[in-house]
């Protein structure tokens, strides 16, 4: 049976000074998915739209910025994630320069600045906290990881790197 998920886009905004990342914490809609959690920013890729044009609209939707410098840091797939076992496949992004001021909140939840040593702390899908600090490490290479999820779980994790 071939692999149908849904295409989607995560990015993770740097502040001027690279200390701090932007998290949406969503507390807005209750019934959502990920109430409660913080996370990074983007969402479902539309028709007809590339990995990148996807993510520098999400940013732009959510946060009211123009991402000016993107780097891929990896592709994630997340068998089982949705809410009905849907499976979603993630571009993750690390946007190193903006325009404009971000939003304090938007329609999901309130926008933070976070330092990037904090993340830990924070609540978030429990998974994240595996390719997380591959996103922000020093290695130029993207990762391709795959995180199979069952009932809001990961049931492992590996990645790749070449």
């Excluded at 949406?24 to 996370?39: Q, S």
């Excluded at 040593?117 to 609540?123: S, V």
């Excluded at 999820?149 to 994790?157: A, T, V």
Aim: glycine content about 12%.
């Amino acid at each position: 049976m071939p692999y149908t998920p849904i295409l989607a886009t995560l990015g993770y905004v740097l502040s001027p000074d690279r200390r701090q990342v932007l998290m949406i914490h969503r507390n807005a809609r209750p019934g959502d998915l990920h109430l409660g959690k913080y996370n990074g920013l983007g969402g479902k890729l539309e028709p007809l739209e590339d990995a990148l044009h996807g993510m520098r609209r999400e940013i732009h939707e959510e946060a009211g910025i123009q991402c000016t410098q993107v780097q891929l840091r990896g592709t994630l797939s997340w068998p089982g994630f949705g809410k009905q076992g849907e499976d979603w496949f993630g571009f993750i992004f690390l946007i190193t320069a903006f325009e404009g001021t971000p939003l304090a909140s938007n329609p999901e939840g309130t926008l933070e600045w976070i330092a990037i040593e904090r993340l830990a702390e924070l609540p978030m899908w429990e998974g994240d906290h595996h390719f997380l600090p591959l996103v922000f490490d020093d290695d130029p290479r993207p990762f391709h990881g795959v995180m199979p999820y069952r009932d809001g779980r990961p049931q492992g994790w590996r990645y790749s790197r070449v």
